[in-house]
């Protein structure tokens, strides 16, 4: 909202310094330093709130050390997340923008599935929570509407012509001919490789002319599977104090970047990366999910004084998932969101291995101690605040290398 009075004070009232509100860089600052105090000073009223609401967590009988002092600690935290990163996004992005929608969709989106399921827990009394089938559903109900709004919008374009040009003087002809070139397109990027862009479209090649009009097929699919794996890998995640709110964050952090060279035509050119229109307004939205992720491990660092809850792990998941796909950074979800993945996995093959041995041997036998992992090196004896900062600087790490990603091919 204050983008377009700060428009219209330059535009037309022709005041001194109010064209600043133009830059991007200025915004996301404004975004960032809003959410972390948003998320900071409001958080400790909101927590305050839970508590007198009785909104405490009930802690299952896992044999964890330290695992029943949990017990009544305020939950569904990630009322906070979702206030501090929509507020900064009100104030200060361009509302209009398609990709801003469709992140302002997500976050109210997952945020309604998580608060459902976290009053079904909590309030009814009901440990198991939203039943799985409905979670899937509101999860895949929003990936067909991304991958719906991505693949036939006219406003969502990318530049696919990534050869060499004038990237430190382009001219206004240089400007208006790249602007040309931009098109509607299902590609996304390959990384490590040169020349690194794969079309969706191309898997329905073999069935002829015209296979290009039936890419959705292909695309709204696979954005609905990204949604869907990334936000339950969030929800594996969100298991100890920090773990999940320090990963996403390093996660983010990762993806700002992704989009702030995306989104601008001199950065994309020089660094040879497909260029996407209008998308560089993601930032202010990344920038303020980023405060309030950091704003909230104030109250999230062990020992806890909230927990996110599925409100916010269930919206941490969607958002991110969400942004990696605009962004046409998808295939290196599981380079920085490796922390997701391990978990997630760690899930997977200790569930079916048990199974498959309990059918073939007639017990069920264990690959690891616990799953999700972190309980794994819980079990193990590890205090969990060496796991939580042992899982950042690995998330710190594929961050980088996700990062190096755009040079190294």
Same mark, same amino acid.
């Given at each position: 909202?204050?983008?377009?009075?700060f !428009?219209?004070?330059d535009?037309v009232m =022709?005041v001194?310094?109010?064209?600043?509100?133009q830059?991007?860089?200025f915004r $996301?600052?404004?975004?960032l330093?809003?959410?972390l105090?948003? $998320?900071?000073?409001?958080g400790?009223?909101? #927590?305050?709130?839970?508590?007198r609401? !009785?909104? &405490?967590?009930?802690?299952?009988e896992?044999?964890?050390?330290?695992q029943?002092?949990?017990a009544g600690?305020?939950?569904? &935290? @990630? #009322?906070?997340?979702?206030f501090a990163t929509l507020?900064p996004v009100?104030?200060?992005?361009?509302?209009?923008?398609i990709y801003i929608?469709l992140l302002?969709v997500t976050? /109210?989106?997952m945020?309604? %599935?998580?608060?459902?399921d976290d009053?079904?827990?909590?309030?009814?009394?009901?440990? !198991?929570g939203?039943?799985?089938?409905f979670k899937v559903?509101?999860?895949v109900g929003l @990936?067909? %509407?991304v @991958?719906?709004?991505?693949?036939f919008?006219p406003?969502?374009?990318?530049?696919t012509?990534?050869?060499?040009?004038?990237?430190f *003087?382009?001219?206004?002809?240089?400007? %208006?001919?790249?602007?040309?070139?931009?098109e509607k397109s299902?590609?996304?990027?390959i990384?490590?490789?040169?020349?690194n862009?794969?079309d969706y479209?191309e898997? /329905?090649?073999w069935t002829? =002319?015209g296979y290009?009009k039936?890419?959705?097929?292909?695309?709204i699919p +696979?954005v609905v599977?990204i949604?869907t794996?990334v936000?339950?890998g969030?929800? /594996?995640?969100? &298991?100890i104090?920090g773990?999940?709110a320090g990963?996403?964050a390093v996660?983010?952090f990762?993806l700002m #970047?992704?989009?702030?060279v995306?989104?601008?035509?001199i950065?994309?050119?020089y660094?040879?990366?497909m260029?996407i229109?209008n998308s560089g307004?993601m930032?202010?939205?990344i920038a $303020?999910?980023l405060?309030a992720?950091?704003g909230? /491990?104030?109250?999230n660092s062990?020992?806890?004084s909230v927990f996110m809850?599925?409100? &916010?792990?269930?919206?941490i998941?969607?958002?991110?998932? +969400?942004?990696?796909i605009a962004?046409r950074?998808?295939?290196l979800?599981?380079?920085?969101?490796g922390i997701?993945?391990?978990?997630n996995?760690s899930?997977?093959?200790q569930v079916?291995?048990?199974k498959y041995t309990k059918?073939?041997?007639?017990?069920?036998?264990?690959i690891?101690?616990m799953?999700?992992?972190?309980h794994h090196?819980?079990k193990?004896g590890?205090?969990?605040?060496k796991?939580?900062?042992?899982?950042?600087?690995?998330?710190?790490?594929l961050?980088i290398?996700s990062?190096?990603?755009l040079k190294l *091919?």
């Amino acid at each position: 909202m204050l983008y377009y009075l700060f !428009q219209y004070l330059d535009k037309v009232m =022709d005041v001194p310094g109010a064209g600043v509100f133009q830059y991007i860089t200025f915004r $996301s600052s404004l975004a960032l330093l809003l959410s972390l105090l948003l $998320s900071t000073i409001y958080g400790k009223r909101i #927590i305050s709130f839970l508590s007198r609401q !009785q909104v &405490g967590e009930t802690v299952r009988e896992l044999g964890l050390a330290g695992q029943n002092e949990k017990a009544g600690t305020p939950t569904m &935290g @990630g #009322i906070i997340i979702i206030f501090a990163t929509l507020v900064p996004v009100f104030l200060f992005s361009k509302l209009h923008n398609i990709y801003i929608v469709l992140l302002i969709v997500t976050t /109210l989106w997952m945020g309604i %599935i998580g608060f459902i399921d976290d009053y079904i827990k909590i309030f009814k009394k009901d440990k !198991q929570g939203l039943k799985g089938i409905f979670k899937v559903f509101g999860q895949v109900g929003l @990936g067909v %509407i991304v @991958g719906s709004v991505l693949y036939f919008s006219p406003a969502v374009t990318v530049r696919t012509d990534t050869g060499k040009r004038d990237i430190f *003087r382009p001219t206004t002809e240089t400007v %208006i001919n790249q602007a040309s070139l931009e098109e509607k397109s299902t590609a996304t990027t390959i990384p490590f490789f040169k020349n690194n862009e794969f079309d969706y479209a191309e898997v /329905l090649a073999w069935t002829g =002319d015209g296979y290009e009009k039936w890419a959705w097929l292909i695309f709204i699919p +696979v954005v609905v599977f990204i949604v869907t794996a990334v936000s339950n890998g969030a929800n /594996l995640t969100d &298991g100890i104090d920090g773990l999940a709110a320090g990963t996403s964050a390093v996660s983010v952090f990762a993806l700002m #970047i992704f989009t702030f060279v995306s989104g601008n035509i001199i950065f994309s050119n020089y660094l040879n990366i497909m260029y996407i229109p209008n998308s560089g307004e993601m930032t202010v939205f990344i920038a $303020s999910f980023l405060g309030a992720l950091i704003g909230f /491990l104030w109250y999230n660092s062990y020992p806890a004084s909230v927990f996110m809850g599925d409100t &916010g792990s269930l919206t941490i998941g969607g958002i991110i998932a +969400v942004l990696a796909i605009a962004v046409r950074k998808e295939m290196l979800i599981p380079l920085f969101c490796g922390i997701f993945l391990v978990e997630n996995f760690s899930v997977v093959l200790q569930v079916s291995f048990f199974k498959y041995t309990k059918k073939r041997f007639g017990e069920g036998r264990r690959i690891f101690l616990m799953a999700p992992l972190h309980h794994h090196y819980q079990k193990k004896g590890y205090h969990e605040s060496k796991i939580v900062t042992r899982f950042w600087v690995v998330a710190i790490m594929l961050a980088i290398l996700s990062i190096v990603t755009l040079k190294l *091919r």
